[in-house]
């Protein structure tokens, strides 16, 4: 499982910021949709089930990246209780960076989750990724053309480093 952050890959945590518009369905609107958008973005190595309890978490969770990424967007320090639920997630399956290499030997960074379930490994990448972000690459994120929940890096597509 990898995560933070971007070395020309899709950013987690823009993604689960997104707003479902534009044809991208709302993977937190039901627990199915969730399971199955933390399995395809290699956020649980397997199946998974999640409860409304779960569900309602990783709710929070989306609100409270929305709002930390809007606070370095809008150049303000997020709401406290968005930093207490982002910290909360990352301290329930503490992790550690580790080089990723692909078949061309080139190495990016990812990240291991130590601890916990599956789901809180997942919670855990994505807070994670949103504090690699905003502190790493906080200067090239903007919102969407729409504003909104749309989070996105200068020079670049749907929360991507690079076109994919």
Aim: hydrophobic residues 45%.
């Amino acid at each position: 499982m990898t995560g933070p952050c971007l070395d020309d890959r899709i950013a987690v945590s823009l993604l689960f910021a997104d707003t479902p518009d534009d044809g991208f369905p709302d993977y937190a609107a039901a627990a199915d949709a969730l399971e199955a958008w933390l399995s395809e973005q290699g956020l649980v190595e397997v199946p998974v089930e999640v409860s409304g309890a779960e569900l309602s978490r990783f709710l929070r969770l989306r609100d409270a990246v929305r709002e930390i990424l809007g606070a370095r967007v809008d150049g303000r320090a997020p709401d406290g209780s968005a930093v207490r639920i982002v910290e909360a997630a990352a301290l329930a399956a503490p992790g550690t960076p580790i080089g990723v290499w692909d078949g061309d030997g080139r190495v990016t960074r990812g990240w291991r989750s130590t601890g916990g379930d599956p789901l809180d490994r997942a919670a855990a990448t994505i807070a994670a990724d949103v504090v690699d972000l905003v502190v790493d690459h906080g200067d090239r994120l903007r919102r969407g053309a729409a504003g909104g929940t749309r989070f996105v890096l200068d020079g670049t597509g749907r929360g991507s480093a690079a076109a994919a």
